[in-house]
């Protein structure tokens, strides 16, 4: 009894799971483009590391991309479009355009055909691709993929924004697609479980971008559901707006938003920027530095932009008890740079772009360190300190000098001093670098102005008339603007 229970259960047993073995074993893997089963002699592959690897030219060639083989070179080279894509099996990088860009895995060749992981396929042949570990399927859309305007190349696509941007700007850039950090290969299945594939490219259901509507200078941006996070990054040079959906896939019915003339930005662009997981892009093309705030209500994200508002603080020198140099005529230098502050305050009195903040305005002292305080807690975005110069015993020196301390104000000192020299008529006595504090303790691009000599009798006189202290607020006028990009009404 007891030997043939225990037989019986064992053919069960065998009856139960043999089959399903064979089965899941033999069973090839489909590649469905757009819904429909294509039909290749070369099937995807699960490697041994859980990576589902399919055939390049099955797949490319179903998405209308021309493929070659230069089988000296074990090179692969794929054109589609405008874009270029280059790989050489076992090599694990793929070069797109010229940039080159890690795989997770390397391609490799099988019974004479070349293979890409689905991961390198769906980021760089602009297609949207998903594994499904419960129909053994990978699923190719086309249809997901937009890229707006139809004209932009845009670089955010793919994911290579970082790799193709100018290097100033790589620290500030969100984190790109890294491949060898990402949530596949930190994930490390049990060993029983190595070769189910759904362990690893299992897919949490996304919520769809659904439509993205300008609204005056606001853009609304629509969601099927409500669960999502977001996250905004600016980036300069050019000056851009970057948004990222987590957990977000785009509707297929998402169109390109239309966007109506406006003074702060002039398109709108989103990817499929991350699949697995799901990530989307949205990019603002900004014409100016905005000042914006963004707000999830439900299922709707609103950005508002508005142009932005550069705090320029303008340090009249010295003041009150501290007059500063004198000039050989008994003149002081404190009236002179208040003189000149005022001025340059008056020239910015509607400006809707630049706010002014004094340091003084009238005959007082502020320390340095209260100058240097006021700045930097209110988050300026420049620093401007005016004085005029002396040197006892050389009365012969004369001219105008433009000082900064810290690298990043370089830039600024550069632009502002040949106006400033031009505004005095002076000798041009150069840009010079020193440890002034108001100028090294800010911590925003910051220069302190030497108009002039105060112990030269010629500079001392120019400096006070009316002229050319208006010429000199002119030329810091100028420089601020340009700086900041602002055209002059
Ligand atoms: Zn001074």
Redo the contacts with the bound molecule.
Sequence with gaps: MERRRILFLFLIFLFLLVPSVVMAAEKPIQILIDGKVVLSDAPPIMTNTSRVIVPVRVISENLGYYVTYDSKKKEVNIVSGQDRIRFVLNQATLWKNGTKIALDVAPISKNGRSFLPIRAISENFGAHVKWDASTQSVAIDTKVDTVVPPSETGNEQNGQEQTTDKPTDTKEEPSPVDETTNDETNQKPDQENQNDPSQLEEIAPSNELQTIVQDGTSLIIETKETEFTHKLIELNQPNRLVIDLEGMILSPNLKSPEIAENELFSAVRYSQFQLNPDQVRIVVDLKKKVDYSIEKRDNLLILQMKPKVFKVVIDA??GGKDP??SGVSGTR?KDFNLAVALLVNTLYQNNQEIQVIMTRDSDTYPTLDERVELANSLGADLFISI??NAMTGKPDVSGTETYYTHEESRFFAQLIHPYLVEATGFNDRGIRTAGFRVIKYTTMPAVLLESGYLSNSGDEAALFTPETQQRIAQAIFKAINEYFGIKEA
Excluded: I, L, N, V
Aim: charged share 15%.
């Design positions: 020198g010295h500063g140099t230098e004085h005029a």
